[in-house]
């Protein structure tokens, strides 16, 4: 029996890794908002820790700036204090022999005057999602966002670029910029949420303008060999859609081949939803783009083995099957069975649902 290539080494850019398993991003709620937001307490990491079997793991989302903060209790990587907290935490990973990348992340107009210290929200126009946040004064409707000047759209971009050294700094591997989802990278690729009429609005081109100055940013601070990208062409999550996904998305994925970065990590179909939604072709996306192409959404064992010896993808991210199974990789191997997550603890406080679920 010959081993599948889903637990054979590879690289992904300048990251070699040990398998095609990633770990998604995945958010926890987990980090000491009384100081800062900051990560790496010891129940952190040690989640990490368990889970680096994984070929790669993307980090959870983490905010490039105060105002990139869409929920409670999440990490950020623009202060000092956060990337001395991510540090214990990228050891742990490389120790047990593992890769580690900064997803990161800036939610534009998915959050709430409570979760930003005040600061309205922000996004490429005034338009208000249908979404509530969470709030440490409860569930709120999400208000009209500050359409971003394009003074305030170069300082965004500035502010990933130092997300990305920051990473380094903080001894990731790499980052991925969070495109997907219907946060503000997503918001300016989308009409949707973009109605501008300057040089970020408008054209399919004048859309990708700000997603590709990000990458362009983040590839000039550590080079593209350590950057990647996150996209869901079709997700209506965060009530976000667009007229004709296939011609910007498809634009979008000719530059970043341009680029010669090292990934893009697809979410197919709807985030956490079904598979088959029409309108992008992921195929053609597949062949298109150069560099590696991650799968995401609902994968199995067999629909991931399948996809990697098929050539349909590079590496397969799975995110609910690593909450509840820290040895997923092992897992996979051996056919085991798998943990069933329990999502009442996905965002809660404490260890419970967090570092407990059990290892074969």
């Not at 989302?61 to 000092?80: E, F, N």
């Not at 022999?97 to 490429?124: E, F, N």
Request: with cysteine; charged share 20%.
């Amino acid at each position: 029996m010959t081993t599948p290539q889903l637990f054979q080494p590879t690289h992904i850019g300048d990251i070699a890794i040990a398998n095609r398993i990633v770990m998604a991003p995945l958010t926890r709620s987990r980090a000491d908002e009384a100081n800062g937001d900051t990560p790496g307490s010891a129940m952190n990491v040690d989640y990490y820790r368990q889970r680096s079997s994984a070929g790669l793991i993307i980090s959870e989302g983490t905010q490039v700036s105060p105002l990139g903060k869409g929920y409670m209790a999440t990490p950020g990587i623009y202060s000092d204090a956060q990337v001395e907290g991510w540090k214990p935490i990228t050891q742990a990973v490389h120790d047990a022999g593992s890769k580690i990348i900064a997803q990161i992340w800036h939610v534009g107009r998915i959050t709430h005057p409570d979760l930003t210290g005040g600061a309205q929200p922000v996004a490429p126009s005034a338009i208000q999602p249908k979404v509530v946040a969470y709030t440490p004064n409860g569930k709120v409707d999400v208000p009209v966002p500050h359409a971003l000047t394009a003074a305030e759209v170069k300082d965004v971009v500035q502010q990933f670029r130092q997300a990305a050294a920051n990473a380094m700094r903080a001894g990731f591997d790499g980052v991925e910029i969070h495109g997907a989802n219907g946060y503000l990278v997503d918001q300016f690729i989308r009409d949707g949420a973009n109605q501008r009429t300057d040089d970020y609005g408008g054209s399919i081109e004048n859309r990708c303008r700000f997603a590709l100055e990000v990458v362009d940013a983040c590839v000039a601070e550590i080079g593209a060999g350590r950057v990647g990208i996150r996209l869901s062409p079709l997700t209506p999550f965060n009530d976000l859609a667009d007229s004709n996904p296939q011609a910007v998305f498809g634009y979008l994925i000719e530059a970043l081949n341009q680029r010669g970065i090292a990934f893009i990590h697809f979410i197919e179909g709807a985030t956490g939803g079904p598979r088959d939604l029409p309108g992008f072709d992921y195929a053609a996306a597949r062949q298109a783009f150069k560099g590696t192409y991650i799968a995401n959404n609902g994968y199995d064992r067999q629909m991931a083995i399948d996809a990697i010896e098929s050539g349909k993808a590079d590496a397969i991210a799975f995110g609910r099957m690593f909450i509840s199974n820290p040895d997923l990789v092992e897992r996979l191997k051996l056919n085991a069975a798998l943990n069933e997550p329990n999502p009442s603890t996905f965002y809660t406080p404490g260890p419970v649902g967090y570092t407990d679920y059990p290892a074969l």
